[in-house]
């Protein structure tokens, strides 16, 4: 099959593109054809070589993936061969204590499609057949890529985390992102008022579009104080942070009392610092959040098909162009999720 792959790390020059080895199923997997792949910042990790991936190079990227079934392995029943299919990223071992609890995503051996194994920046992609929910056949290939890792993780901080209620207020970073686009939609749908934050002017009326009320360029604005003034000085309920440093520690600036910092992402670093005054004096709460489970992503993908949720794509890239599918996204052109299609 054709792949864009990398041998080393560094920038989008890294990748290439070319024959890599056919994927093949083990007991209780399957291939699937890749009709559509999203790009996501841990991809970027990945490459540059902040987040190795754990099985070495070569390596392919490429977490959210819809497509039709191509191969079923050794003891796969209940599927069939080109059923539309999206894949659940999150891999999980079902027997250690957090499995148990029913908290697969903080499985002591959890993995990521496109992380952990190869993924979907490709033709075809192996993935246990666990993993698969079928892709309603309202939902395009594309629209349907968007929903499996950025959308999930907003649902999931938003309504699992922070249990966000109508009337509450909420600063969303970076609208222009897949997590941020996703996270102002689903704010809305419970009814709580949303402000986001821009880096250039012409994502201003974007944002508004999705349902900001409130949009703040963060070049040119200062968010806490923005914050403050939209809540008339009281600050937000809940904030969707995934920039990580800088970032981090005024995003906790702008909460109110009993406020709650959900921490969905480090894309800019791993390292954040806060002051610790505000958060005990506050009874602020900072919680860490990965992905969701898979009855979750069910329900989100019931909303998109319903058309109260809509993935907001920026554009589709041809898999031989993920080189400069990666560099759109490095260099922060994007509106919404940038896409490789086989
Ligand atoms: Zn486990």
Redesign the pocket.
């Known amino acids: 099959m054709k792949a864009a792959y990398f041998k080393e790390h560094g920038g989008s020059d890294k990748i290439l593109y070319g024959d890599y080895r056919d994927p093949a199923p083990a007991a209780a997997e399957v291939v699937v054809r890749v009709k559509a792949c999203a790009l996501n910042h841990v991809d970027m990790l990945l490459l540059d070589g902040r987040f190795p991936p754990p099985e070495g190079l070569p390596h392919v990227n490429g977490c959210e993936v819809t497509g039709t079934i191509e191969t079923l392995g050794e003891g796969v029943s209940g599927r069939a061969r080109g059923e539309r299919v999206v894949i659940f990223p999150g891999f999980?071992?079902?027997?250690?204590e957090?499995?148990l609890r029913g908290e697969?995503t903080v499985?002591?051996?959890?993995g990521y499609l496109g992380a952990h194994k190869d993924g979907g920046y490709a033709e075809l992609v192996k993935a246990p057949a666990a993993n698969l929910l079928p892709l309603p056949g309202s939902i395009s290939f594309e629209a349907g890529a968007a929903v499996p890792l950025a959308m999930l993780t907003s649902w999931h901080a938003l309504i699992a985390q922070a249990d966000l209620r109508p009337g509450q207020t909420v600063l969303v970073q970076a609208a222009g992102s897949g997590v941020g686009s996703a996270a102002i939609q689903i704010a809305r749908l419970v009814g709580a008022r949303v402000m986001t934050t821009v880096g250039s002017d012409d994502k201003i009326e974007f944002a508004r579009g999705l349902g900001a009320e409130h949009v703040v360029n963060y070049r040119t604005q200062d968010f806490v104080e923005e914050a403050k003034r939209w809540t008339g000085k009281r600050g937000v309920d809940v904030v969707v942070e995934h920039i990580g440093g800088e970032t981090f520690e005024r995003s906790s600036y702008a909460l109110s009392r009993l406020g709650m910092l959900v921490s969905i992402g480090s894309h800019d670093t791993h390292w954040g610092r806060l002051d610790l005054r505000h958060v005990y004096s506050k009874n602020l709460r900072i919680v860490g959040t990965n992905l969701g489970s898979i009855a979750e992503l069910r329900t989100v993908l019931e909303y998109v098909a319903a058309g109260r949720l809509t993935p907001v794509i920026d554009r589709a890239f041809a898999l031989k162009d993920a080189r400069p599918a990666v560099q759109h996204v490095l260099e922060r052109r994007n509106k919404g999720k940038v896409l490789l299609v086989p």
């Open positions: 999980s071992c079902g027997t250690c957090f499995c697969r499985c002591l051996r959890y």
